[in-house]
Nanobody, 126 residues
Framework: QVQLVESGGGLVQPGGSLRLSCAAS????????IGWFRQAPGKEREGVSC????????YYADSVKGRFTISRDNAKNTVYLQMNSLKPEDTAVYYCATGLKGAYIAGPPLADFGSWGQGTQVTVSS
């Protein structure tokens, strides 16, 4: 069964950190660009970050640039999203997904991504 599973979400105070994981089962992540997306209540799903399949090039939305870091460990078939200096506006359900192409330099278009996981809730609140 082809599946992506996100984990690592939780409740954190502003300024805190979390590391999200996106683990694949049933297929190898190596060949895919992987995107992280988030969806806050009442808002559309938006692309947060993306990592290419080949050279590890990355993309970050302006809202998270300098605070979030995406990485991949192909040996573990897992992609990570390290989130530092979290803000209340980062509160959302975070999803990972596979891209149709190997890289998205200008950002991950929602329509190109599939194999969505179930998401993990991130809540930033004092």
């Amino acid at each position: 069964q082809v599946q992506l599973v996100e984990s690592g979400g939780g409740l954190v105070q502003p300024g805190g950190s979390l590391r999200l994981s996106c683990a694949a089962s049933g297929f190898t992540l190596d060949y895919y660009a992987i995107g992280w997306f988030r969806q806050a209540p009442g808002k559309e799903r938006e692309g947060v970050s993306c990592i290419s399949s080949s050279d590890g090039s990355t993309y970050y939305a302006d809202s998270v640039k300098g605070r979030f870091t995406i990485s991949r460990d192909n040996a573990k078939n897992t992609v990570y999203l390290q989130m530092n200096s979290l803000k209340p506006e980062d509160t959302a359900v975070y999803y990972c997904a596979t891209g149709l192409k190997g890289a998205y330099i200008a950002g991950p278009p929602l329509a190109d991504f599939g194999s969505w996981g179930q998401g993990t809730q991130v809540t930033v609140s004092s």
